[in-house]
């Protein structure tokens, strides 16, 4: 590499060296008020600064961003991994099997052809809810998802083995995203090369939209196609423009009783009609002292719905404290933080603003209890007016049918009638809120309180519970709140982003 600003630097954590790039080697612009998210990109350049894909005037470029401007200079951006889940995983690795034949028929060695970057691929899209509302439902899905699946899981498990750089989390685990925040993400590398360790920010590229997810803890990140994914497996750069970058600050402190799908609900209402397409969103303000990790997640994961390339949150204490509760390794922690700070990407209480293309701004204070989707998250409902509006709906859509009123099924043998209006699926599902403990709790005590009220759910409801990983089925029965939630019909169904299967009428395996 050419390293012409002598970046190259060694950083001492826990009695061991590092080699870093320092971003403050770059004394043109102002690289101390860059986003956080363009000072990961900074990195990434300064490290493979070779001549040709990445230059001297590529970084310059950065170091000298006009936030106003719009995008015009290229870069060539390289992932530090892959993420990748199994409905748009496996061709990926049906490619590195081919390329695997193609060169045995050309004479070569098969084991040459590996990933150069690190691929994770997660099992969580093959499972669909074929039983629910009964205890035996996990176990019976399960085995119908190997059933439907053996022929796809086989050739994983061997592509597991096969290929090095590259590994499997199998199926009954956990959506691809929480596993990738829970488990995977690095949030800073540790690697060694040649002797020398090297640490730089974790960055990451999924064949999935909701890659954003791991923006939660300050790991740039964001879904591409297969092809992109592929090329990243292959230790490829991806090009992209310089982007813009949009401020979101964050004020004050949700008021109880608001959750965080009532913020990402309001804060997609005002990015959606901001016009954020094509755009990085980093969130920042002195809100974040009060916004637990798993809140920010679920706003990076809701990207997609804003329109933005990523949703993004600096490193700072919240995250060091998910790090540590999620298990992560002591001296991975401390690299984590010892990093961060000597790269300007540590965030603290007071700090001066970074500069953006454009900033909004919102008190938490003020968020209210709604309700919008599946749909269209931007058309958010004010729990307040939600009776109101709901009815004024149902008026017109029986209004302008031929012939309304109630529709018969048939439910274990009897005819039974179903009125407009009527809820016919109740999912607690998707990794927006399955993977909140907070939502999830709460879900738990709304059932509770229904329980004790002697409310059940009606016969006809296809109910289901599809955590977004483990983690949520232990806190459940450790409160004690996965009993109610059974008792309503909530039965946990599998562990991924469930396909509903609607055709079955009755609820009982």
Known sequence: MTDSFGARSTLDVGGKDYEIYKLDAVQEGQVDRLP?????????????????D???????????????????????????????????????VVDLAAMRDAVVKLGGNADSINPLSPAELVIDHSVQIDRYGSADALDLNNKIEFERNRERYSFLRWGQGAFENFRVVPPNTGIVHQVNLEYLGRVVFDAGDDGQRKAYPDTVVGT???TTMINGIGVLGWGVGGIEAEAAMLGQPITMLIPNVIGFKLTGKLREGTTATDLVLTVTEMLREKGVVGKFVEFFGDGLDDLPLADRATLGNMSPEFGSTCAIFPIDDETVRYLKLSGRDAGQIELIEAYAK????????????????????????????????????????ALSVADETYR????????????????TIDLDGKAVDIEDGAVLIAAITSCTNT????????????????RAKGLSTKPWVKTSLAPGSKVVTDYLEKSGLNDDLDALGFYTVGYGLSLIHISEPTRRA
């Open 435 to 450: 993977s909140n403990p907070a939502v999830m709790i709460a879900a738990g005590l709304l059932a509770r309180n229904a």
């Open 36 to 52: 956080y998210s363009l000072k990961i990109l900074l990195e990434n350049l300064l490290r493979f600064e070779d001549g040709r």
């Open 54 to 92: 990445v230059t001297r005037d590529d970084i310059l470029a950065l170091a000298n961003w006009d936030p106003t401007a719009p995008p015009s200079t290229e870069i060539s951006f390289t992932p530090s991994r892959v993420i990748l889940q199994d409905f748009t995983g496996v061709p990926a």
């Open 392 to 407: 004024k709906h149902l008026a017109d859509m029986t209004a302008n049918r031929d012939a309304g009123g109630s529709s």
């Open 342 to 381: 000597a790269q300007g990407m540590w965030r603290y209480s007071g700090q001066p603003d970074p500069i953006y293309s454009d900033t909004l701004e919102l008190d938490m204070s003020t968020v209210e209890p709604s309700l919008a989707g599946p749909k269209r998250p931007q058309d958010r409902i």
């Open 208 to 210: 999935d939209s909701h």
